[in-house]
């Protein structure tokens, strides 16, 4: 990919999604969150395609894999007024469909194009297909990596914040029990197994499957971004003061300083 595909691509996302800010002040907050979730992800794809020494041509194809793997939230938001897949279609597979309805890859190389498709496709499953292999692996592994370090500041941010300014989609309509976390959740994440969404039922568990995506990091820029950030003690602080949260937490972590 040249660059000035690359740069085509930038500015036709701007444009893209420009008209869906023109909603409610609801709508308009978690509409502004993806946006800037998207543009945190390409920050993060530089990074790791630096840490992880990807040569320029790799590197821009890695950029717009970050840039356009999250375009199908803007119709799902549209349409269902949610960010949870299982309450309305694979945000995915909505990406999928907007790239090749607006047709933004056409000069692409084909085999570019299938690559970017592949790895926007498998970035949200919770586990990517075995058959794929090398070089598309790398791009889905880099995507997964840089998604899940934003979404760790997104929700630490998000936290941070009185629960009435929160944008409203991003916990997925759970509800908030501070005291309250599934026993389930945290025995997954003291097994060292990522977490499934549907056995989340409450904003504390949805925290703990976050935390458990450290066991689902492929590379060690990854590892030491969020160890340098420090989003998985910020988010534990949230959690119940028990036991077997701390060391579930704990366990979480020396991964990261291994």
Request: glycine residues 4%; charged residues 25%.
């Amino acid at each position: 990919m040249e660059q000035s595909h690359l740069d085509t691509l930038i500015h036709w996302f701007d444009r893209y999604v420009e008209p869906f800010l023109t909603t409610d002040e609801e709508g308009k907050n978690n509409i502004q969150l993806k946006i800037e979730h998207t543009g945190k992800v390409c920050e993060a794809m530089a990074l790791l395609c630096e840490g992880e020494h990807l040569s320029p041509g790799e590197s821009r194809i890695a950029s717009a894999i970050a840039l356009l793997h999250d375009v199908g939230r803007f119709p799902q938001y549209r349409r269902w007024r949610t960010f949870r897949d299982s309450d309305s279609d694979n945000h995915a597979r909505l990406a999928i469909d907007v790239i090749r309805e607006e047709r933004i890859l056409a000069g692409s190389d084909q085999a570019e194009q299938l690559m970017i498709e592949e790895a926007i496709r498998f970035h949200n499953l919770l586990t990517p297909p075995a058959a794929v292999k090398s070089p598309t692996r790398t791009f889905i592994n880099l995507i997964r990596d840089a998604d899940k370090i934003d979404i760790w500041r997104v929700f630490t941010e998000l936290l941070a914040q009185p629960p009435k300014q929160r944008a409203s989609a991003a916990t997925l309509g759970m509800p908030d029990r501070p005291d309250s976390v599934s026993e389930n959740c945290v025995a997954a994440l003291d097994s060292g197994i990522v977490v499934h969404l549907d056995t989340v039922s409450c904003v504390n568990d949805f925290i703990v499957l976050q935390i458990s995506w450290v066991y689902d990091l492929t590379s060690s820029t990854s590892r030491k971004i969020l160890l340098s950030r420090g989003y998985i003690p910020e988010l534990a602080s949230y959690l119940p003061k028990r036991d077997d949260v701390r060391r579930a937490v704990s366990k979480a972590l020396g991964v990261l300083s291994a």
